[in-house]
């Protein structure tokens, strides 16, 4: 870590992020609700628990294939409480808006904002504004803040992966990564990546219907499936292992990763979740998951296992292991 100055990587969800928790935001705000770095905190509340969270938006640009920095926000707030068990129900939002952003650009941020609340069943309750002078900012950045609550007798949490459980991920991985590259540099693929920015409210809720043997879920935003793969086994202290032969990749995004030199491991997901069931509950839980539209594609990608804890493995098409690691950075900034 650089001793003196903050990096476009501390803000990536990789190593150097982590890094910066653990000397900076942790020695000063550690308490029992902010420790177990979870997408949301736990609050006690009289007959149930809360859930509370809240995120920054800085996407690059504001405006990419299949979504906005508005539907990105709403989502992206809904989808940390959701991966508690909770039931969102309410969002505040702050803006911080750079002199010279149009009045029907941040019209067009609002109206997204709204759809995206009521697809998800949320209300927009709370909120401020603030605007800096040109090249203070880089158009728009949206904080959003959510709360919900969790019902009775659901326990879902990284640290709650068991030996057995199967890997279940809800779709196709790295779609956002790339739509939002291919508008920030005006690339043009022969098919079209456009983003996977969704609300998982009701898939979550289906999926908790269906079974109580859900243990973990994440959505693989910053960092992609392969560093949110790496935080549930280093909180569980479990190893997992992954067929790569059995994560959902679209074509379009698979090739765009072999023009680009990237990994899709690695890229940003908005509308995807990957989830740790019991194995005896996986074919109830996916044919739950796939009869709902954002979870289609849904397939068990691998299983957790005492050997190797904190580690994750992934078999390639050829049979051959290797270590799937935490990058320092994304390869991407400016995703989300």
């Not at 705000?29 to 969270?53: C, K, M, Q, R, V």
């Not at 920054?56 to 959701?82: M, W």
């Not at 969102?88 to 808006?97: E, M, Q, S, T, Y």
């Amino acid at each position: 870590m650089n001793d003196k100055l903050i990096l476009l990587g501390h803000g990536s969800g990789g190593l150097l992020s982590r890094e910066l928790l653990e000397r900076v935001f942790l020695p000063h705000f550690a308490n029992g609700a902010l420790s177990p770095l979870e997408d949301a905190a736990l609050l006690e509340w009289p007959g149930s628990s809360l859930a509370f969270t809240t995120d920054s938006y800085v996407v690059k640009p504001i405006f990419f294939p299949g979504g906005d920095i508005g539907r990105l926000a709403v989502c992206g707030t809904v989808n940390d409480l959701a991966m508690m068990g909770a039931r969102p129900l309410h969002l505040g939002a702050g803006f911080i808006i750079e002199e010279g952003l149009t009045v029907e650009e941040l019209e067009r941020v609002a109206a997204s904002m709204s759809a995206a609340a009521a697809e998800a069943g949320v209300t927009i309750v709370c909120g401020d504004t603030k605007v800096v002078e040109k090249h203070a900012a880089d158009r728009l950045f949206i904080t959003t803040s959510g709360v919900g609550y969790v019902p009775g007798g659901i326990t879902i949490s990284a640290a709650n992966a068991r030996p057995g459980d199967r890997v279940i991920v809800s779709g196709t991985v790295g779609d956002h990564g790339i739509a939002v590259l291919s508008q920030r540099q005006g690339l043009h693929f022969r098919t079209p990546v456009i983003s996977d920015v969704a609300p998982l409210k009701g898939l979550v809720q289906d999926m908790l219907a269906a079974s109580s043997g859900i243990h973990a879920m994440r959505d693989p935003t910053r960092g992609g499936l392969a560093t949110t793969l790496n935080e549930i086994a280093n909180s569980s202290r479990v190893g997992i292992e992954i067929e790569e032969g059995n994560i959902p990749v679209s074509g379009a995004v698979e090739s765009a990763c072999e023009m680009l030199g990237l990994d899709y491991l690695y890229l940003a997901n908005e509308g995807k979740l990957v989830a740790m069931v019991a194995d005896g509950d996986t074919e109830r839980v996916l044919s739950t998951m796939r009869r709902h539209a954002y979870g289609r594609s849904a397939g068990v990608i691998g299983r957790v296992t005492e050997e190797h804890p904190g580690r994750v493995v992934m078999k390639n098409r050829f049979g051959v292991r290797r270590v799937v690691q935490v990058l320092a950075s994304d390869q991407l900034p400016r995703i989300c």
